[in-house]
């Protein structure tokens, strides 16, 4: 893999965790949410510690595997699409294969001497292995989803290990909350090319609606 795929890969990544950070909050708030301020005792708040750790450890590693199956079938969409090219006897099937493999704006501009010298260049190209597999980039990147997703629960949960009265604990665990979304929308429409302020303002706005949505729904 050369630097500039190894640097896109984890751009690639980075951008996944912050999607996927972005959904786990709300998550935490419906347990946070759960707990009555008047009754609860530490008990209640031990119980409550537990399900979201546990919680966002399980989907930790979902995340960490649906990243990695994304990646093996985006590099084998790839490989398969290398090895038509290869195999194509018609000249003209092969460069609709290759345009078909770009984005479209890049597609629409490149000419048939072009993609030709492409198909070319790709018939030059080492046999491919038979199989697409997962990189050490790609293993990493799982690694890194699966973190962000666990370790998104200890700024929220800190309060109710530091602070002995759950009335209090619970408003400084729904700011920091609160707080951590409005940064991954923010984050978030930096990555895609959207107004940042206002993502992440969408971003609270839309968790508080969710987990007011799974608290009514006993969730």
Request: net charge positive; glycine share 10%; charged share 15%.
């Amino acid at each position: 893999m050369t630097a500039h795929a190894a640097r896109e890969r984890v751009s690639l990544a980075s951008r996944e965790r912050d999607g996927t950070s972005q959904h786990r909050y709300p998550t935490i708030l419906t347990f946070t949410g759960a707990l009555s301020v008047a009754e609860a005792g530490r008990d209640d708040v031990r119980t409550m510690l537990i399900g979201a750790l546990g919680c966002n450890l399980a989907w930790g590693i979902i995340d960490g595997i649906l990243y990695l199956m994304g990646c093996l079938a985006e590099r084998g969409r790839s490989l398969l699409t290398f090895q038509a090219v290869r195999r194509a006897a018609d000249p003209g099937q092969a460069q609709r294969l290759i345009a078909d493999a770009l984005p479209p704006v890049i597609a629409s501009l490149l000419q048939p001497a072009e993609l030709a010298a492409l198909h070319r260049r790709l018939r030059e190209l080492p046999e491919p292995p038979p199989r697409a597999g997962l990189g050490r980039e790609d293993w990493l990147g799982g690694l890194g989803v699966f973190l962000l997703v666990f370790l998104s629960t200890f700024p929220v949960v800190i309060p109710f290990l530091v602070m002995h009265r759950a009335a209090p604990a619970l408003r400084v665990s729904n700011g920091i909350a609160i707080s951590m979304l409005f940064v991954a929308g923010y984050v978030y429409g930096r990555n895609v090319g959207h107004h940042p302020w206002l993502l992440g303002l969408c971003t609270v706005l839309l968790g508080a609606l969710l987990s007011a949505l799974a608290m009514a729904l006993g969730g």
